[in-house]
């Protein structure tokens, strides 16, 4: 059985700004990350592999330097990395993102049955948690959203259990396979690479699929598929605050000056 | 008295041959540790030798260790007369009276002399491990080898008394050459003289049987016991690391690789060697703050960990099959415990208290390796940290844009090669920490004030690495350095000047390995020099700090022998020698954060920040005077959790930059 695991390079949020004029990121030196939720998605398939011995394969679509996101996931362990780049798939929405995965995932199955497919919840960039529901639905998988648990898997008869993280409450929900499984943090603790993994990883192919190998229409990828764009982004104006007191040399000064200064302002509950 | 020589010659020849077969067995054993060179500088190789094993440096701090001192002299002394005994074993009537007159008399003399202190101290190291058994005598696997330990004394009282035995004989017998050169067996004699009826020559060769039957049987047990390091010691203390700190060889990551040590083969020729040469005296022990704060690590149980370890397996190494035991796991004596690995503040105060020179941290850094590169198993804690350092290169994985938030309203200029003399490295809690950012602001005002060519590296500069070399991830830390090493000489960098000793000592030791010779100085060096040189004018002296201890900081002190500058900085700014903890200097006790300890909860034991500060409190402390900010948040930190409000710490700069403040701010 094959697991898919679709991680995605995101910009690190924490370092990312905006161009105030094009209102577009400024993508210039800034570092990328892989999408922190997908590395637990990957996390449960390598798990998986420990477990059961299904093989492993991590799909990422994005431009050629997201091959080093899909070289780190062969030195975690993955069996075989894809990356989806084409100049056709540039640009995508949602919508046009899960097709692309959707495909390469079909394709994938062709030599090997997929039984999982694992997402993060969504993505730190865009998070909109859209894309793995539209990969379950384009496949026509059961589609399992935000797993906290794996309660149980039998691969001869094809049932998962899992465990759905919701608002104040637990799910727990049995399906068939095949199941696409967006995963949420408190899934599990991801694996440090070791240093061997790493050194053969860096020689490993990571094999490159572009719209050759998938055959979708143009006109369903990238921008020209995408029925939603970006017309604006920005970020939020935030109040500069002020300092009130000196902490160091008055920190009970400093303490009730500030409890006052919430009080007045009608921030404190008492 | 006529021994027989045959017969003593033939028992003379096994024993010999049971000590040269006991000690090829065991040091043979060293040759499967990995390559290690070990005798580059010999002329400090030479004079460390001298201090160490002849002017016994290490074992007289101890204020027990003098009487090791007078057995070291008397073995050294009575060396000679042992050596005339056997002789005359085999030549019977053999004597060194063929010396000169004066100097044969004043051997015997000495011989005499050696041999009375000798027992005198085996009396007293007798009666300390029977009635006053020091704490570190109690630890695991130690009682067992405490037999061991009695019965080499014995063995030594038992000499002392045959050689008394045999001079007093052949003194009262008349038969002995420069009898009035002997007090003490003269005595002896007087003794016999009074209380003996028989015959006196057989007296003189029953005692004769008593030392060669008590020197022989010395030989052969020496190779099989702790003892051994009274071979092993002298040659140790000459092939220590004569870098400071003990370096981390770097490693070769090449494809199929192994990284680490979890065989005892996988450790250098010379770790092996350490663990033959360790008497177990405990020093180490005592002077961990780990295994005083009741944590699983014991620094001595590591050596003899590696040594039992070694000996225990040795039969399936030598012929190339992996050994049975296991180095690293469940609690045994040949096994050291994941939990006591992490344990380690790599403080350094083991390797400094050895008498022997034992390297003990690298040999638990190598296993750290081991297990974060090879097997991916460490403290979950250390998981984003090993991302963070990665990522942004800092270790709470702060965007690395935010480096130069702590400039607020100062101008701080680029370091430009040739216009800058210092480049000050801030370092990360320097520009992320909100309280040592206080600390890196009151620097950068002294250097202005002082008029210092200085400029950072701004947004650009990356994290040194150190916790990640010293935590074992030597992979991810070889590319920060390497990075490191091509910035700073990019930007021509020579001079440089860190208010972190993790930075400090990392810039300065261990990038030498990257080819970086910096002139690396620590603030406090800086510090002391503007002060001395009257480059820094202060307006008035600092004296409103109460009573001020400062603290060592391990990479400051005991890994760079950096004491008195702090201290001299502090004595110019305050107008008086700062206060000094009961446990200072090289004997600093450690804050708890160093070795990536930092980065980890302590979840065993009493918390060594806490006893630090305790320490602190006792001696009514009302500043604590740090210069490394790991020191800074481990005792702020204690304060808090022990609410001693009353007791502030301030950084070393921060007390200096008080001084600027003008004279009539100071009274309001």
Request: a neutral charge.
């Amino acid at each position: 059985m094959l697991v898919v695991a679709c991680i995605k390079q995101v910009p690190d949020t924490t370092q990312v700004q905006i161009d105030p004029v094009t209102n577009t990121l400024v993508r210039e030196g800034i570092p990328f990350i892989v999408n922190p939720y997908d590395t637990h998605a990957l996390e449960e398939g390598l798990r998986l592999k420990d477990r059961f011995g299904f093989r492993v394969a991590a799909i990422s679509m994005g431009p050629p330097n997201a091959e080093g996101t899909l070289r780190k996931a062969l030195a975690l362990g993955a069996d075989e990395a894809i990356l989806l780049s084409d100049r056709a798939f540039g640009g995508a929405d949602t919508l046009a993102t899960s097709r692309v995965l959707s495909e390469a995932i079909r394709k994938l199955n062709e030599a090997e049955e997929v039984g999982i497919v694992f997402c993060g919840k969504q993505t730190i960039d865009g998070d909109t948690a859209q894309v793995g529901p539209g990969i379950a639905t384009r496949l026509g998988y059961t589609q399992l959203t935000l797993v906290d648990r794996i309660e149980a898997i039998d691969p001869v008869a094809r049932k998962i259990r899992v465990r759905r993280k919701l608002e104040g409450r637990h799910e727990i929900v049995e399906a068939s396979l095949p199941a696409m499984i967006t995963v949420v943090r408190e899934l599990n603790r991801p694996r440090y690479p070791t240093v061997p993994m790493r050194i053969e990883s860096s020689e490993a192919s990571v094999q490159l699929w572009s719209n050759k190998e998938l055959q979708l229409d143009e006109q369903t990828v990238g921008l020209k598929g995408s029925p939603t764009w970006v017309s604006r982004i920005f970020s939020p104006e935030r109040e500069k605050g002020e300092i009130v007191g000196d902490g160091m040399s008055d920190p009970v000064g400093s303490a009730n000056l500030l409890v006052d200064k919430l009080l007045g302002r009608d921030l404190l509950a008492i | 008295m006529s021994p027989n020589p045959m017969l003593f010659g033939a028992l003379l020849l096994v024993s010999l041959l049971l000590f040269s077969v006991g000690c090829y067995r065991r040091l043979s054993l060293v040759t499967l540790g990995q390559p290690d060179q070990r005798l580059d500088n010999p002329a400090l190789r030479l004079g460390r030798m001298l201090v160490h094993v002849f002017g016994q440096k290490q074992v007289i701090r101890k204020r027990f260790g003098w009487n090791h001192a007078v057995i070291f002299w008397s073995f050294i002394i009575l060396m000679l007369a042992n050596l005339e005994f056997m002789a005359s074993g085999i030549i019977p009537g053999f004597t060194l009276s063929f010396l000169p007159a004066a100097l044969h008399h004043a051997l015997l003399f000495a011989f005499d002399l050696a041999s009375l202190l000798a027992l005198a101290a085996v009396l007293v190291a007798f009666s300390r491990r029977l009635f006053f058994p020091h704490s570190s005598m109690s630890s695991n696997y130690v009682k067992a080898r405490s037999v061991e330990g009695f019965l080499i004394l014995s063995l030594i009282a038992l000499l002392m008394v045959a050689y008394f035995g045999l001079h007093g004989a052949t003194i009262a017998a008349g038969t002995e050459q420069g009898a009035a050169a002997m007090p003490v067996s003269g005595l002896v004699a007087a003794l016999i003289s009074a209380s003996w009826s028989g015959s006196l020559a057989s007296l003189a060769l029953f005692f004769w049987w008593l030392h060669a039957a008590a020197l022989l049987a010395f030989l052969c047990l020496l190779p099989a016991s702790k003892h051994m390091h009274i071979l092993t010691g002298i040659p140790n203390i000459f092939l220590a690391s004569a870098e400071k700190p003990n370096h981390q060889p770097r490693e070769e990551f090449v494809k199929g690789g192994r990284y680490g040590a979890s065989t005892v083969q996988q450790f250098s020729w010379k770790d092996l060697l350490d663990g033959f040469s360790c008497t177990e005296c405990g020093r180490c022990q005592d002077a961990c703050p780990a295994a005083a704060t009741g944590k699983a690590l014991n620094p001595r149980q590591v050596i003899h960990a590696i040594k039992t370890n070694l000996l225990s397996n040795a039969p399936s190494l030598q012929i190339g099959e992996p050994g049975v035991m296991p180095l690293i796991g469940q609690e045994g004596e040949g096994t050291t415990t994941e939990e006591s690995i992490w344990a380690c503040t790599t403080c350094g105060s083991c390797m400094s208290v050895c008498p022997v020179l034992i390297e003990h941290m690298p040999k638990i850094v190598k296993m750290r390796r081991y297990l974060v590169q090879m097997k991916s198993s460490f403290p979950e804690e250390l998981f984003p940290l090993f991302e963070n350092m990665e990522g942004r290169s800092n270790p709470w994985g702060i965007a690395p844009t935010e480096r130069t938030k702590w400039h607020g309203p100062m101008e701080v200029k680029a370091f430009e090669a040739g216009k800058t003399e210092y480049l000050f490295y801030v370092g990360c809690a320097g520009a992320f920490d909100s309280r040592q950012k206080q600390a890196t602001v009151a620097f950068a005002t002294i250097l202005d004030a002082a008029g210092v060519s200085w400029g950072t590296l701004g947004k650009d500069e990356k994290c040194c690495g150190d916790s990640l070399r010293r935590l074992g991830n030597e992979f991810v830390f070889e590319r920060m350095a390497d990075e490191n090493a091509r910035l700073l000489k990019e930007r021509g960098v020579t001079k440089v000047v860190t208010q972190c000793p993790h930075c400090f000592s990392t810039l300065k030791n261990d990038y030498r390995q990257y080819g970086m010779e910096l002139e690396v100085i620590h603030h406090s060096e800086l510090l002391a020099r503007l002060l001395e040189q009257g480059r820094l004018k202060l307006n008035r002296e600092v004296g409103d700090l109460g009573k001020l201890l400062f603290h060592d900081s391990c990479y400051l002190g005991r890994h760079n022998d950096v004491y008195s500058a702090p201290r001299k900085a502090l004595e110019l700014a305050t107008g008086k020698a700062p206060g000094e903890f009961s446990r200072s200097g090289r004997e600093s006790f450690c804050c708890g954060a160093g070795g990536g300890r930092m980065w980890q909860e302590e979840h065993q034991g009493e918390r060594i920040n806490l006893n630090r500060v305790k320490e602190a409190l006792e001696q009514k402390a009302d500043t604590i005077c740090v210069s490394c900010p790991y020191c800074m948040t481990m005792i702020e930190d204690g304060l808090k959790d022990l609410q001693a409000g009353g007791t502030r710490v301030r950084e070393l700069a921060e007390v200096v930059a008080e001084g600027l403040r003008k004279v009539s701010s100071a009274v309001c």
